[in-house]
């Protein structure tokens, strides 16, 4: 493991831990499943983890994981942190500073992290899914506004523009009509498990026999919990998973002004 990923392995066995003892099934999704399949581990060059909860089970534990968390982690989202810009959370490292280039200039806690995602149903009819899509499709381009993306010249007049339109005032209003959007369908009654937070659109909306009740792999000698059918889970996301990746593509998909894993995200910041 790298240094940062060995940071990240601790947030995650804490995760773990809280989620054992609040009896909440989690699953690795994304690249942390693919690195448990095939690495039983981190994939070398990946810089993150990834986590997933049903709704119902996210809920519980956003309510009773803060009384259970070490001081040092922070359980981030928007109603945790009213700047922060996305529909899932993150449980922060204090002690550390992992600045994003796109979210450098927001005043959120910048430690490092691991994702943590809401599983939600989808609707069943053609029509609902279609207003459902468009009423993603609009609220994701009010949230675009809120990032920078280095070196676009789009993204960089979207957000003038955008900020220009006020859309980057209280994310967390808009944060919350998005929620109650996403997780109108129940995943007890959905055939389709959708991660809406992830950046790879519709590759994260999956049949539910995908997850199933999940299946045991090994994650750095961790034992965790992935989509009890993952060669169909993975091969939705990948294509082809058992090959491996050209040299070229081996690398980390974040991009950060400042990682430090010795001193606190506030030795950089004007915010706390």
């Known amino acids: 493991m790298t240094d940062l990923q060995k940071v990240e392995f601790d947030i995650l066995q804490c995760f773990i831990q809280i989620c054992d003892t609040l009896h909440l099934p989690y699953f690795l999704v994304c690249g942390s499943a693919l690195g448990a399949v095939k690495y039983g581990g ?17 809920e519980i534990f956003l309510k ?16 945790s942190d009213p700047h922060f810009t996305h529909c899932f959370s993150k449980l922060r490292n204090s002690n550390t500073t992992y600045i994003e280039k796109s979210v450098a200039h927001a005043p959120i806690h910048h430690g490092v992290c691991i994702d943590i995602f809401p599983i939600d149903g989808y609707p069943a009819g053609r029509v609902p899914s279609i207003v459902l899509e ?5 609220f994701l381009s009010m949230m675009s506004a809120n990032y920078r993306v280095p070196h ?20 967390d209003a808009k944060l919350r009509k998005y929620t109650k959007v996403i997780s109108k369908y129940p995943v007890q009654t959905s055939e389709i498990w959708c991660n809406h937070g992830n950046w790879q659109g519709k590759l994260e909306y999956a049949p539910r026999w995908h997850y199933g009740n999940g299946t045991w792999a090994e994650f750095e000698g961790l034992k965790v919990r992935v989509p009890e059918n993952y060669d169909a889970y993975l091969t939705q996301k990948y294509g082809d998973w058992r090959v491996d990746l050209p040299k070229e ?13 010795t001193r606190p995200y506030t030795d950089y910041t004007q915010h706390p």
């Open 42 to 58: 981190f994939i070398p060059w990946d810089d993150d983890v990834d986590v997933a909860l049903s709704r119902d089970a996210y």
């Open 64 to 79: 009773k994981a803060p009384a259970l968390l070490p001081s040092h982690l922070f359980l981030q989202n928007y109603q």
């Open 134 to 138: 468009i009423r993603k499709k609009v």
């Open 152 to 171: 676009s010249w789009k993204g960089t007049i979207f957000a003038a523009l955008g900020k220009m339109l006020g859309y980057c005032k209280n994310p």
């Open 249 to 261: 593509q081996q690398v980390g998909h974040h991009y950060y002004e400042v990682c430090d894993l």
